[in-house]
């Protein structure tokens, strides 16, 4: 079936760790990728997406993603995590109007 | 302000009953789509809707109906025949051509079935 894994269910780091949360896709052909972000009490805002064109897409925050189209993967990554970065993350493909969302990281950071 | 409104933000109704969430936007977009999200099983796709009077089943439709008369409104209705109604419901849009698959997210309502 038509997927898509986020590898890590629950994250927890300390500030100023470097981050990297892992997304695959299961999709052929041509999709766009987004990252979205879920901060407590708030409502799902993107953070980052992929049409086409520079496989390493910046986002708002200081993240970024990696486009790797060999692998099916899209790994959201960020050098230097903050305490207020808490939150969950969601990886989404859109293929044929249709936006599926993986199941979501939640990411703890300690202060 | 421009957004996406969902209402109510918390319902609760008796097994068997149908209920009715509301989902309007004033971003004068084309799409809409309405998602549940449970706990551990991120966001699932339940309708979307491209153009008004036309929408697409997602992945898990069985006991939901929408309908698309208006373009800034798109409501769901839960009905007696979905098994595990008790969720938290998000209703997105997204523009049209170009900008296609972004999606802005209303606060979502969460309903609770006794």
């Not at chain 1, 953070?47 to 496989?55: E, R």
């Not at chain 2, 006991?63 to 009905?79: H, Q, W």
């Amino acid at each position: 079936a038509q997927s898509v894994s986020q590898h890590n269910h629950h994250v927890i780091l300390s500030e100023a760790a470097s981050l990297e949360l892992g997304c695959n896709y299961s999709y052929g052909g041509t999709v766009n990728l987004f990252w979205y972000v879920q901060y407590p009490g708030q409502h799902l805002q993107l953070l980052l997406k992929y049409f086409s064109g520079d496989p390493l897409v910046k986002g708002i925050k200081g993240f970024e993603a990696e486009f790797i189209k060999s692998k099916f993967s899209f790994n959201l990554r960020k050098p230097s995590v903050q305490w207020s970065d808490t939150a969950e993350y969601f990886c989404a493909v859109m293929r044929d109007d249709k936006i599926i969302f993986g199941k979501g990281t939640r990411l703890h950071i300690l202060p | 302000d421009g957004g996406i409104t969902q209402s109510p933000k918390y319902l609760f109704r008796k097994e068997g009953q149908n209920v009715t969430l509301s989902c309007e936007q004033n971003l004068n977009h084309d799409a809409m789509y309405w998602y549940r999200q449970d706990p551990g099983q991120g966001l699932r796709l339940i309708y979307y809707s491209q153009i008004v009077n036309d929408f697409q089943k997602g992945d898990i439709a069985e006991g939901y109906s929408v309908s698309r008369e208006k373009k800034e409104s798109f409501p769901l209705t839960v009905t007696s025949a979905q098994k595990n109604p008790t969720a938290f419901y998000l209703c997105a849009s997204a523009p049209g051509q170009g900008l296609r698959g972004e999606l802005f997210f209303g606060e979502g309502s969460r309903l609770t079935v006794l």
